[in-house]
């Protein structure tokens, strides 16, 4: 299995990750904000502390940014689209990164809060380990399964290693999209120590 070259991501377009929990997401996100060559990196969402990443609190805090990437942690937590409607937040996000030279790499467990609009704004949708009846009908990520044909690809569940990807540019060079893998980064969910670390508030007798 072939590593993805950094000629696929090293640039401005918004990327995607779509992968259930466990499946390596924070791992590719890690692996590919890393290898761009923008001097600085910010991460939000994370509960712990990266290596060569810089914590930012919320999202208003994207706004004072700019020649960077952003890593954002399961991104419907700071922006939400609300039933039906248009997720204008994300929206805001990803045309304030086009114009100040900032590269998002957004991470969930679906792809419910892109709505149609906002697939047109976002080149990149890459898939981990997933389960298919979880995706949005007619969404991107649909139709990436539909071009890419490998056995590990079915019509209920996408069955990839956590060290393996499903990558789909929707402005693709020949040979891009398919299936690839990355290195593990050495980052896992952190959740259970921060609750761990948390201690109640219990008056002393």
Request: charged residues 25%; glycine residues 6%.
């Amino acid at each position: 299995m072939k590593e993805l070259p950094k000629k696929y991501f090293d640039n401005n377009k918004p990327i995607v990750i779509i992968g259930a929990s466990n499946s390596g997401k924070t791992n590719l996100a890690v692996f590919i904000a890393k290898n761009c060559s923008h001097k600085d990196k910010f991460l939000l969402g994370y509960p712990s502390d990266i290596e060569g990443f810089k914590n930012i609190s919320g999202k208003n805090e994207l706004f004072w940014l700019h020649d960077c990437v952003v890593f954002v942690d399961e991104f419907a937590r700071y922006f939400s689209r609300y039933g039906r409607h248009h997720n204008d937040s994300l929206e805001e996000a990803l045309d304030f990164a086009e114009h100040r030279n900032i590269k998002l790499v957004l991470t969930s467990q679906n792809n419910q809060a892109i709505d149609r609009n906002l697939e047109s704004k976002i080149k990149i949708f890459v898939m981990k380990r997933i389960n298919v009846y979880t995706l949005k009908n007619g969404g991107m990520c649909r139709v990436a399964m539909d071009c890419v044909k490998d056995p590990r690809i079915t019509s209920s569940y996408l069955a990839l290693e956590n060290n393996e990807m499903l990558w789909f540019d929707v402005d693709s060079e020949i040979g891009e999209n398919g299936i690839w893998s990355f290195p593990d980064m050495k980052v896992g969910k952190d959740w259970k120590n921060v609750q761990r670390n948390v201690q109640p508030n219990v008056a002393k007798k």
